[in-house]
């Protein structure tokens, strides 16, 4: 009798995963089809104007999504502004200054508010904007579901120690994703967005006057844009070859000795990443298909779902009330 009524409940549970009525809370890539049908092409409007006015914003906005999902899950902390009372992530170490897009996510959130207000999350808005920045510039698209809330709190110790540095050496970068449930290899694509956006002279000074591993050329051009006590805020390209375009490049360069940060070239240093990188620098599609859901993968880290956190009206703040 009890192996009946087990098998009975287990019948009842494959039927509701099957037919789409999950029995908790999950994200869905129709999560907006009817309550804000115009939500994607809303955002990708927003995204696809920034970044023709700006390529960088691209990268920017990408960054975003990941400094969100590496912080307690995505569920825009990292948009919450600092009141009186409350200290946000903005101010982190890998945050502060460093950080943008946020008047990109304001505009959509603004947009997304006239059309179908209260419905679409700012957790979501990250989501989609990051992946329509990448096929804006010139990347592969890939489904994201959705459905995620917004926290109402956030933690600038989290954001403090678990983005991972541009410092890192490959054990570090390794194990920094493993806490996150990544593989090495989805570390390996997830350092691809790196063929987009810049990065500033103070973070990576360092490895262009103490290391050796650096195309000497290379290295020269970057010591003319970057002072040994001077310049902290110049920047360079992360992706010296294409740096406004969505590409293999960053591999390539990692093979050449052209990494712009010591973490970057860390993948590329006769250590267990190397052939992924050959691999990624020789197959572009392999590439962005890997990215694709590897990007999934990251945009599922502990979401808010249900009736979890909030739909928050503006981006910045939680809601009053």
């Known amino acids: 009798m009890a192996f009946s009524t087990f098998f009975r409940l287990f019948f009842i549970t494959m039927l509701l995963i099957q037919y789409g009525c999950p029995v908790t809370s999950q994200l869905s890539v129709n999560f907006y089809s009817s309550s804000c049908p115009q939500a994607l092409s809303t955002i990708k409007s927003a995204v696809t104007s920034a970044v023709s006015k700006e390529k960088r914003m691209g990268a920017s906005l990408l960054r975003l999504h990941f400094h969100d999902c590496f912080v307690n899950g995505c569920d825009a902390s990292v948009l ?59 990347g592969k698209t890939w489904t994201v579901p959705l459905g995620r809330r917004d926290s109402t709190t956030a933690s600038l110790s989290a954001a403090n120690s678990n983005i991972p540095s541009s410092l890192l050496n490959l054990t570090g970068l390794i194990s920094a994703f493993s806490n996150k449930g990544f593989t090495t290899k989805e570390m390996v694509v997830l350092s691809g967005s790196h063929t987009i956006g810049m990065a500033k002279c103070s973070i990576f000074r360092s490895r262009i006057y103490n290391e050796t591993n650096i195309n000497t050329a290379f290295g020269t051009s970057l010591k003319n844009k970057c002072p040994s006590a001077s310049g902290d805020n110049s920047l360079s390209p992360l992706d010296t070859t294409s740096s406004t375009v969505f590409d293999s490049a ?61 739909i928050r009206t503006n981006c910045r703040s939680v809601n009053s009330g």
């Open 80 to 138: 919450l502004d600092d009141t009186s009372n409350f200290t946000g992530e903005k101010t982190a170490g890998p945050n502060a200054n460093s950080l943008r897009g946020f008047d990109v996510v304001d505009t959509i959130k603004s947009n997304l508010e006239t059309v179908c207000p209260g419905v679409v999350s700012c957790a979501d808005i990250l989501a989609v904007a990051a992946r329509d920045s990448v096929v804006q510039l010139g």
């Open 250 to 310: 960053y591999y390539t360069n990692l093979i050449n000795s052209k990494g712009l940060l010591h973490s970057d070239q860390q993948l590329f240093s006769g250590g267990s990443t190397d052939s992924q990188v050959k691999a990624y620098s020789a197959n572009s599609a392999t590439f962005f298909t890997d990215f694709g859901k590897a990007m999934v993968k990251m945009g599922n880290l502990s979401p808010l779902t249900g009736t979890s956190g909030q």
